[in-house]
């Protein structure tokens, strides 16, 4: 079993930039394929970055690549999601998801989930 903690979402205004993060525990962390994921009210859930176990690889949504960066440090059991040049369109809950089995975008490849922290971007 694994366990994943979000912190640090909150109420920023447009342009302003956020720091995720989610820490894991119950697992072989350095082991573990991690994903954000992000769900805003009425919308279904939606891929935001991905990281393999080494974090020698990201992924990223379209909506978000040159803004977001998700790393890692598997001495901290945790994944980083620096979020910058936040827009209103950006507002949702962030998940981190974990122990990927299948294509990085889509939410049914991932055993583990935390249970998110919101993020409000006000224009």
């Known amino acids: 079993q694994v366990q994943l903690v979000e912190s640090g979402g909150g109420l920023v205004q447009a342009g302003d930039s956020l720091r995720l993060s989610c820490a894991a525990s119950?697992?072989?962390?350095?082991?573990?394929?991690m994903g954000w994921f992000r769900q805003a009210p009425g919308k279904e859930r939606e891929f935001v970055a991905a990281?393999?176990?080494?974090?020698?690889?990201?992924f990223y949504a379209e909506s978000v690549k040159g803004r977001f960066t998700v790393s890692r440090d598997n001495a901290k059991n945790t994944v980083i999601l620096q979020m910058n040049s936040l827009k209103p369109e950006d507002t949702a809950v962030y998940s981190c998801?974990?122990?990927?089995?299948?294509?990085?975008?889509?939410?049914?490849?991932?055993?583990?989930w935390g249970q998110g922290t919101q993020v409000t971007v006000s224009s």
């Open positions: 119950g697992g072989t962390f350095r082991s573990i394929t």
């Open positions: 990281i393999t176990q080494s974090g020698g690889t990201s």
């Open positions: 998801a974990a122990e990927r089995s299948g294509p990085a975008t889509r939410p049914e490849s991932y055993k583990y």
